[in-house]
């Protein structure tokens, strides 16, 4: 029976094979129809073609899809004039579709809590294994950076928000279901084409450039580091990160899933006060303070270039150092 089961066929091909509770997430947000279509809608199809390989009529369908996508359980593009609708594709991406949903209920989020507790870390030993890098990374804040080389447009949070199309902000999808830290919620950024479908689902809001700067500001100074699609151009997403609730440091390797910047951080020993501020606002545990006069140093090995530490220096003996020349990643 659990091989005929849909719930758990579609919790398999998100990638979570013999989980527990992530077909249980599903069945409270799709219906039997629904799974159907979803289990149908990949390779992406229209709405005819959808009714035909399901037998549900094409009004019908049309409807549901309409419903899904708001569910964020699919997905359309319209390259060719007609919406053609594809379901999602990993658990990630479940994640953080579905949770900004607007009939989410709490017994749906506190699911999707259970899941992140009991289930995320095993499903990452799997993808960490069948990475060929890392999918996101540390965009360094805006410090004081000595670099050789020009800092690179995709590399600046700033000059990111600068160019970009459009812009939105939603909640923060793991501090939705989680939220222990008491960091703001309503401070994850969307850019371009996740702007545009935030803002077609209603799970976030259309933001001016000076409200993103504000934004990136806050999170800077809240402790809050910045990740985007490990890509050259930034048309997507830009998190900021928590130590406690975000999905990324939950995984047993986070640097597998998660590149660092270019960058580490520097200490002016002379300047440092030897105040412990910095240990504070440090994630990764990179910072400490040694010597008969106590100094921080830099575990260049944890340290991922974030920059969280220099926002708040007193004496600003901090910077950020290029260790690395840049690099082409892809567009």
Same mark, same amino acid.
């Given at each position: 029976?659990?091989?005929?089961?849909?719930?758990?066929?579609?919790?398999?091909?998100?990638?979570?094979?013999?989980?527990? &509770?992530?077909?249980?997430?599903?069945?409270? #947000?799709?219906?039997?129809?629904?799974?159907? #279509?979803?289990?149908?809608?990949?390779?992406?199809?229209?709405?005819?073609?959808? =009714?035909?390989?399901?037998?549900?009529?094409?009004?019908?369908?049309?409807?549901?899809?309409?419903?899904?996508?708001?569910?964020?359980?699919?997905?359309?593009?319209?390259?060719?004039?007609? =919406? @053609?609708?594809?379901?999602?594709? %990993?658990?990630?991406?479940?994640?953080?579709?579905?949770?900004?949903?607007?009939?989410? %209920?709490?017994?749906?989020?506190?699911?999707?809590?259970?899941?992140?507790?009991?289930?995320?870390?095993?499903?990452?030993?799997?993808?960490?294994?069948?990475?060929?890098?890392?999918?996101? @990374?540390? &965009?360094?804040?805006?410090?004081?950076?000595?670099?050789?080389?020009? &800092?690179?447009?995709?590399?600046?949070?700033?000059?990111?928000? $600068?160019?970009?199309?459009?812009?939105?902000? %939603?909640?923060?999808?793991?501090?939705? #279901?989680?939220?222990?830290?008491?960091?703001?919620?309503? #401070?994850?950024?969307?850019?371009? @084409?996740?702007?545009?479908?935030?803002?077609?689902?209603?799970?976030?809001?259309?933001? %001016?450039?000076?409200?993103?700067?504000?934004?990136?500001?806050?999170?800077?100074?809240?402790?809050?580091?910045?990740?985007?699609? $490990? @890509?050259?151009?930034?048309?997507?997403?830009?998190?900021?990160?928590?130590?406690?609730?975000?999905? $990324?440091?939950?995984?047993? $390797?986070?640097?597998?899933?998660?590149?660092?910047?270019?960058f580490k951080a520097l200490v002016n020993a002379d300047e440092c006060l030897g105040c412990q501020t910095c240990l504070e606002r440090c994630f990764f545990d990179a910072i400490t303070l040694d010597g008969d006069e106590p100094k921080a140093r830099i575990n260049l090995a944890r340290c991922v270039g974030c920059g969280l530490c220099t926002v708040t220096c007193p004496t600003e003996a901090i910077t950020l150092k290029e260790?690395?020349?840049?690099?082409?990643?892809?567009?």
């Open positions: 029976m659990a091989d005929q089961n849909p719930y758990q066929e579609l919790a398999k091909l998100l990638g979570a094979t013999g989980s527990r &509770i992530l077909p249980r997430i599903i069945e409270m #947000i799709a219906d039997d129809k629904e799974i159907n #279509i979803l289990l149908a809608a990949f390779p992406a199809a229209t709405v005819s073609e959808l =009714s035909n390989k399901t037998g549900i009529p094409k009004d019908v369908v049309e409807v549901i899809v309409e419903d899904m996508f708001l569910k964020g359980l699919v997905f359309f593009s319209k390259k060719e004039g007609e =919406s @053609r609708y594809y379901r999602v594709k %990993t658990v990630a991406q479940f994640h953080d579709s579905s949770i900004l949903w607007k009939g989410a %209920t709490k017994e749906f989020h506190h699911l999707w809590k259970e899941y992140m507790e009991k289930e995320w870390k095993e499903f990452g030993k799997v993808v960490e294994g069948l990475l060929p890098k890392p999918v996101v @990374r540390v &965009i360094p804040v805006g410090a004081t950076i000595e670099s050789k080389a020009k &800092i690179l447009a995709f590399e600046d949070v700033r000059e990111i928000i $600068n160019q970009a199309r459009n812009l939105a902000v %939603t909640r923060c999808t793991c501090r939705v #279901i989680d939220g222990k830290c008491g960091k703001p919620l309503e #401070i994850c950024l969307q850019v371009n @084409r996740a702007a545009d479908y935030a803002i077609l689902r209603g799970t976030g809001r259309k933001i %001016t450039k000076e409200e993103a700067i504000i934004l990136l500001h806050q999170a800077e100074k809240e402790g809050l580091v910045h990740i985007a699609d $490990n @890509r050259q151009k930034v048309d997507h997403i830009i998190c900021n990160c928590c130590r406690d609730c975000c999905m $990324n440091w939950r995984l047993p $390797n986070p640097y597998k899933f998660v590149d660092s910047s270019r260790v690395r020349p840049p690099e082409v990643i892809p567009v």
